[in-house]
């Protein structure tokens, strides 16, 4: 650098100094990943996979194979139902004599059907409850005063 004042020139020296780089926690942590063998590219991940055993692979989907077909093959019978409740609601009308159903009816008739709900506790109930009152099909009608009972009577509407 250089200034000049009535005919004199005065020079300062520029003293050059080395600062050091800040790296973002980002490079940071792909480094760290990078040193510790965890790199994340797509291309690593494939080279990762592709040297591991094939036994290894192939023996892990073997065993998940096998306890999937074994757990669902074991409870066929009492495997939960691949039907909405509003189905399953419709089913037991269909097969009851009555035109007027109670939620006892109600559960009775699917815990019949399907062995599932015998053993699945109380919590499916709601779910039916909430399929009554929401679907289009059924109407609730409250008890006439010859009725005996408690709660609503549902029917097919």
């Known amino acids: 650098m ?10 300062a020296t520029v003293e050059t100094v080395s ?9 940071r942590v792909r ?53 909405s409740y509003t189905t399953m609601i419709m089913e037991v009308f269909q097969a009851s004599s009555k035109v007027k159903l109670d939620l006892p009816d109600i559960y009775g008739g699917i815990m019949g059907k399907y062995p599932f709900y015998r053993k699945a506790g109380k919590v ?6 909430h399929a009554l009152s929401q679907s289009k099909f059924f109407c609730k009608l409250e008890r006439g005063p010859g009725e005996p009972g408690k709660g609503s009577l549902w029917i097919v509407d």
């Open 31 to 83: 480094k760290r990943r990078v040193s510790e063998g965890h790199n994340t590219t797509p291309a690593a991940k494939a080279t990762k996979i592709a040297e591991r055993p094939a036994s290894i692979t192939n023996n892990n989907r073997l065993e998940r194979r096998k306890a999937s077909s074994a757990s669902s093959s074991a409870t066929s019978s009492t495997a939960r139902p691949d039907c």
């Open 19 to 27: 600062l050091p780089v800040v790296e973002s926690s980002e490079e």
């Open 2 to 11: 250089t200034s000049t004042t009535a005919g004199t020139t005065t020079f």
């Open 124 to 129: 499916w109930q709601s779910s039916v409850r």
